[in-house]
């Protein structure tokens, strides 16, 4: 049974800092690209960031320079470290994994950027 379980969110002030993780289980961890996804209020769900097999890195133009995507095959765990946060990041942040061909998510952890 694939498992992902996010944490790290939380409330902060405009240009803090937060830490995401996401654990999963049930899969061979170092076999899959991971992503980030968030969901905010009224809107669809958008990509934030992946972290290929072989560390290769993608972010969505409002993030990148801000946003570091990482990952840890020892211990199941992709991260989302987040810096100079804005309003405009508040949303519920998820991740991803496409496993064969199925599509995973967590439960998603709320992030909320007061100004």
């Known amino acids: 049974q694939v498992q992902l379980v996010e944490a790290g969110g939380g409330l902060v002030q405009a240009g803090g800092s937060l830490g995401l993780s996401c654990a999963a289980s049930?899969?061979?961890?170092?076999?899959?690209?991971i992503d980030w996804y968030r969901q905010a209020p009224g809107k669809q769900r958008e990509f934030v960031a992946r972290i290929s097999i072989g560390g290769t890195t993608n972010y969505a133009d409002s993030v990148k320079g801000r946003f570091t995507i990482s990952r840890d095959n020892a211990k199941n765990t992709v991260y989302l470290q987040m810096n100079s946060l804005k309003p405009e990041d508040t949303a519920v942040y998820y991740c991803h994994v496409r496993y064969g061909t199925i599509d995973y998510w967590g439960q998603g952890t709320q992030v909320t950027v007061s100004s």
């Open positions: 049930g899969i061979i961890f170092s076999a899959v690209d």
